[in-house]
């Protein structure tokens, strides 16, 4: 089960568009593996609508084979869409 920590902050939560930065970071740790996890996203809230975009970073834990392990480092780009009701 992955565990992980998200940050929002709101810039001017008391306006109708409000600016914000979330920053997340997380891992994974299971019998055969794990990773961690992070992300840096800047966007805004309007109403019940919110979008932002940024970088992400995973390192993760491949396939074992006998003493050695295969790591994986893929970066991308994280776009959040969402609705609130």
């Known amino acids: 089960m992955p565990i992980f920590v998200n940050s929002r902050y709101y810039f ?13 970071l997380g891992g994974l ?10 992300a840096i996203t800047m966007g805004f809230l309007s109403g019940n609508f919110s979008f932002s975009s940024g970088l ?3 390192a993760a834990d491949g396939i074992y084979h006998w003493d050695r392990k ?16």
């Open 12 to 24: 001017k939560p008391q306006k109708q568009l409000s600016p914000h930065v979330n920053a997340s």
């Open 70 to 85: 295969n790591w994986h480092f893929p970066f991308g780009i994280v776009l959040k869409c969402g609705f609130s009701f």
């Open 29 to 38: 740790c299971t019998w055969h593996g794990g990773g961690i996890y992070s």
């Open 56 to 58: 992400s970073f995973m």
